[in-house]
């Protein structure tokens, strides 16, 4: 293991490590820090897809084995979304299959009636549960689901069809790989013609030596980008499930005389009830995205520490993050990272902790984090991939492999833009109220005071708001669409800055709450670097309303370029707080040279 230099600081790490991963850290990220970092979960040269996929279920199962309750895992969002932060880094196969077992499959089984169905099977991974809800048609308008679950009188069960091609259920890990399987399949529940709503079915896909059962049809499809997994497209040609097959709650149960009864009256509320795992998931796809963005980012900084290059003069020999132009876009993304990696734990939070009137407005808080965290994670691992050259391609040093797998993240649980247009249209609808314009003339305030920057992102907020419903509610413009088209653009750029409020405030929030005076100064660095790129990127917007001066503008790439250097020498520390470990670290083969030598003021 390499070396820390930082010895001579560790009461600042600490603190900055308190503040990112809480005081449950031990407890929720230890465990898998450990797991991820040891030798079992190497990378391993020169497997083609179908062995990477064979591999990362053989590690799914060395997971399951490290799991001492997995109910109280899949239970408790904090855990799991822990297991998310680390398993990616290690393998993105076996963080795909583990979300997919852990949280949409066992998830929706625990969150449904499930007191006389045997768990074991799943808990011990003798089968491995899979999640089958898109269609090939059917994606962001899947309340429109195909695939039918007839109730058969004579049986007293159910008959599992998919009527066409574009049912096939598109992309779930459905293969022979890894073993025996069963899947939770969303289809519509036919009662004697009606269309009762999209409920969850268990299906068994396999028997117990992994060979599909009659009536499964599977397609292995081509190989993606992203994480190597056995996507399939999966139909069912008249499969019969008991009657205990159907996911049953109060949103929906159906007697065995075929009496149906729900406490919603909505086909499509039963939908969103019936797949209700996926909001969790939106917080488990997030959590992967911060743990390859701040691992990408590890390997970063300690490479732009380790790999001299030419300095100023024809003698000078300095580290690549002596120069601004290295280290400039690295701690742009540093300040991205701390905001995102605090914003997911509030997000996470409010979304255990809120009562039925605030599920709502948390729903939507975790909608956006999913959004804009793996957007960033694309972002900042472009940029780290970048700064470590051609090493930031080989495989084996952990950024372009999770930087593809990224891309399936952004789409999982909830295509971005989609979610984010849904947002959009709620925090126009009454979901959200724009904080009014401080009282103070923007003349008599300054770039140097943390609440002036966080106060202009609020204004970007309001600006946007007001020309979004402005344009929605244009008389002019004929249909409903046309009305929306024209509101779409504010409506989207709305949401993008509330999330940057939302990520600032919380860095703003938590600096003066750090128990060590750098990690504190760090912080608020951080957050002063974080505001600024922003106004700095609408300055012009601001200026138009009146909220910035023309001398203020002309001052934002001074104060940014401050902001910049005052964070500068202290690369190192921000990285290690990130906890990476060193084994993984010195597994990477371009850091396998000298210690990390930190850069001097």
Not at 116 to 137: H, N, S, V, W
Not at 532 to 557: C, I, K, N
Request: aromatic share 6%.
């Amino acid at each position: 293991m390499t070396p820390s230099p930082l010895s001579e600081a560790p009461d600042s790490l600490a603190s900055l490590r308190l503040a990112l991963f809480g005081s449950r850290a031990e407890q929720n990220h230890g465990p898998w820090k450990d797991l991820f970092s040891s030798t079992l979960f190497s990378f391993q040269e020169g497997l083609t897809h179908q062995e990477r996929t064979e591999l990362s279920y053989q590690r799914l199962r060395i997971v399951n084995e490290a799991i001492a309750d997995p109910r109280a895992l899949v239970t408790d969002a904090s855990a799991l979304t822990a297991l998310h932060e680390w398993v990616g880094a290690a393998d993105a196969g076996t963080g795909t299959i583990a979300s997919i077992h852990f949280n949409l499959f066992l998830g929706s089984l625990l969150d449904h009636d499930h007191a006389d169905r045997d768990l074991g099977p799943y808990f011990r991974m003798e089968r491995i549960g899979t999640f089958l809800c898109t269609e090939q048609a059917h994606g962001n308008d899947a309340p429109q689901l195909e695939t039918t679950a007839t109730f058969d009188r004579a049986t007293g069960g159910f008959v599992l069809t998919t009527p066409t091609r574009g049912a096939r259920k598109w992309m779930p890990n459905t293969s022979s790989a890894g073993g025996p399987k069963d899947a939770l399949v969303a289809a519509r529940l036919m009662i004697d013609g009606k269309n009762e709503g999209v409920f969850l079915f268990l299906t068994p896909l396999t028997d117990a030596k992994g060979r599909h059962l009659p009536g499964v049809e599977v397609e292995l499809l081509p190989q993606t980008a992203s994480s190597p997994v056995d996507h399939c497209a999966t139909s069912f040609h008249g499969v019969r499930l008991p009657l205990t097959a159907l996911l049953q709650a109060d949103h929906g149960r159906l007697s065995p005389d075929g009496t149906f009864t729900s406490t919603l009256g909505s086909p499509r509320r039963r939908f969103l009830r019936s797949i209700g795992r996926v909001t969790m998931g939106k917080l488990c796809m997030s959590a992967s995205s911060l743990g390859v963005t701040r691992h990408a980012l590890a390997v970063a900084v300690r490479h732009g520490h380790q790999r001299i290059t030419s300095g100023m003069t024809k003698k000078q020999r300095v580290p690549l993050m002596a120069h601004r132009s290295h280290h400039g876009p690295l701690i742009e993304a540093m300040a991205t990272t701390y905001a995102a990696t605090l914003l997911h734990r509030v997000a996470v939070r409010r979304w255990t902790e809120a009562v039925e009137s605030e599920r709502a407005d948390a729903e939507r808080l975790v909608a956006i984090t999913k959004g804009w965290v793996t957007w960033q994670a694309r972002q900042v691992m472009t940029q780290c991939r970048e700064r470590c050259g051609g090493h930031g391609l080989v495989l084996a040093n952990g950024i372009a492999g999770q930087l593809a797998a990224n891309e399936g993240t952004i789409t999982a649980e909830g295509d971005n833009l989609v979610i984010w247009i849904k947002a959009a249209g709620e925090m126009l609808l009454g979901g959200f109220t724009p904080q009014p314009p401080g009282e103070k003339a923007p003349v008599t305030r300054t770039l140097h005071d943390p609440v002036h920057l966080n106060d202009l992102l609020a204004d970007l907020e309001r600006i946007r708001h007001g020309q979004a419903r402005a344009r929605l509610r244009a008389r002019r413009v004929g249909s409903p669409m046309d009305r929306w088209n024209g509101a779409s653009g504010p409506a989207l750029s709305l949401v993008d800055a509330h999330v940057h409020w939302l990520a600032a405030q919380e860095l703003l929030t938590e600096a003066p709450q750090a128990d060590n005076p750098l990690a504190g100064r760090l912080l608020h660095d951080l957050h002063r670097l974080f505001a600024l790129r922003y106004v700095t990127a609408h300055s012009g917007e601001l200026l138009a309303h009146e909220r910035l001066t023309a001398e203020q503008v002309r001052a934002l790439p001074d104060a940014v370029e401050a902001a910049i250097a005052t964070l500068a020498p202290h690369t190192l520390i921000l990285s290690e707080a990130f906890a990476v470990p060193g084994e993984l670290l010195d597994d990477h083969p371009m850091l396998r040279l000298d210690p990390p030598v930190p850069l001097v003021a």
